[in-house]
């Protein structure tokens, strides 16, 4: 196991009708940016929570709606301009890793002489952010408990991973019961990405990480068990709740601290969104059992079996490759046939091959350091086996 160092100042309330804690907004200022995405807060009554507890605190509420999933620059561009014209002194996410995601930047951009797509190439510049709370709808990202921040900007097909540890959220409220009317795609969409964050993590080749692969197997374990349920009955509150917890912890350093490596589908998928402004989780479910084929290979069995007897509870005894085999074939299941994602990239509007070299040259740079390495023909045979 490496070094490492673990600080997480987030202060999470989680569960039912936690939101009541966001008067303790008040504590740290006046005026406060409340940024959410396409209405589904005002349609399912969370808007409207938040409002009446932020107005009875005597906060100034300025907004800004609409936030795209894959948020974008633009937003963030807007979100900057508010607080600096009115002296913003907080931003608040209402919505899911978009809003959380864009309200980091935004923060970061109020104390920020440039333009904020500087902090998004270069995470270095970022100075300082405001501070940031978030009220979480879905289970997902994880955004909610660390320090990462996803950007897009459309007119550039450029989609970045920005952070720093002045935008972790001081405080986030995470009530399982607010996912409930999220749509079954998003739901399943959310379990993919959860299980992705896993994998990244899992598979990571450091010797000695013992008690991160069992975090993680349970995580694995969770997602499993609980995300058909969600899918079959959206209000069950044990799935929701189980879910929502599993989001937060697979990408807040419980499961990599001390075991990381560079990540793999991420940057693979995050290009697929770049360019065909794909569903995050959905472009991390079409490509991880490609990903996992590529992965597989004599030095990386042991790990595969590992997770196929430990995850998918298959039989340990007999020839490795199959049980290795197995648990990715048992993975692709899971999402095709239990979470109802798609397959292929063709299904979610990859039409050609068209863009496939340059989206490999940029995959490939971020994947440096990742469990196996990946070049940039491994990236484009990726992509085409998962056409
Ligand atoms: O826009 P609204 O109206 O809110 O609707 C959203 C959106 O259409 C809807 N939704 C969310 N909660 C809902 C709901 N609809 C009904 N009821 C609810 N309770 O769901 C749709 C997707 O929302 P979004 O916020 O885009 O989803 P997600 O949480 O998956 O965030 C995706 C973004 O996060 C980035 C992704 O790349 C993508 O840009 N990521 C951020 C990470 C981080 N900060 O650590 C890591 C991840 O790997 C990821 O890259
Ligand atoms: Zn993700």
């Known amino acids: ?195 992705s964050h896993t994998f990244e993590n899992y598979f990571n080749g450091v010797k000695g990480a013992f008690l991160q692969s069992r975090f993680a197997e349970s995580v694995l374990k969770t997602c499993i068990k609980y995300g058909p349920i969600a899918l079959e009955h959206p209000d069950d509150y044990e799935a929701r709740a189980n879910i929502m917890w599993a989001a937060t912890n697979a990408i807040n350093g419980l499961l990599n601290n001390g075991a990381g490596v560079a990540w793999s589908v991420h940057p693979m998928g995050h290009e697929i969104s770049a360019f065909y402004d794909v569903t995050h989780g959905v472009s991390l479910s079409i490509l991880t059992p490609h990903w996992m084929r590529f992965a597989l290979r004599d030095e990386t069995v042991d790990k595969f079996v590992e997770y196929g007897v430990n995850v998918w509870g298959l039989d340990p005894s007999g020839d490795k490759m199959d049980i290795a085999n197995k648990a990715i074939d048992c993975t692709y299941d899971f999402f095709v046939n239990k979470l109802h994602l798609p397959a292929t990239l063709r299904e979610v509007g990859v039409k050609d091959e068209s863009h496939f070299d340059m989206m490999a040259r940029k995959a490939a740079r971020k994947c440096i350091g990742s469990y196996v390495q990946i070049l940039e023909p491994d990236v484009i045979s990726i992509y085409r086996a998962a056409m």
């Open 1 to 195: 196991m490496n070094n490492f160092t673990y600080y997480i100042p987030t202060k999470i309330y989680f569960g039912k009708g936690q939101i009541s804690h966001l008067a303790e907004l008040a504590d740290y200022g006046k005026n406060v940016l409340l940024v959410y995405g396409g209405g589904s807060i005002k349609k399912n009554g969370i808007y409207d929570s938040a409002m009446n507890i932020l107005k009875e605190a005597g906060l100034d509420v300025f907004e800004l709606g609409g936030v795209h999933p894959n948020p974008r620059i633009s937003s963030v561009r807007e979100g900057v301009k508010i607080c600096k014209e009115n002296q913003v002194d907080m931003v608040l996410a209402v919505g899911g890793g978009s809003s959380i995601d864009c309200a980091k930047v935004i923060a970061a951009g109020a104390l920020y002489d440039g333009d904020a797509w500087d902090l998004v190439k270069n995470r270095r510049k970022i100075q300082g952010a405001l501070p940031i709370f978030a009220v979480l709808t879905m289970a997902a990202t994880g955004s909610e408990m660390n320090i990462h921040a996803v950007i897009t900007d459309p007119d550039k097909n450029e989609k970045w991973g920005t952070g720093a540890q002045c935008m972790m959220p001081t405080m986030s409220i995470c009530d399982p019961e607010y996912s409930y009317t999220l749509p079954a795609e998003q739901t399943a969409a959310g379990v993919a990405d959860i299980m």
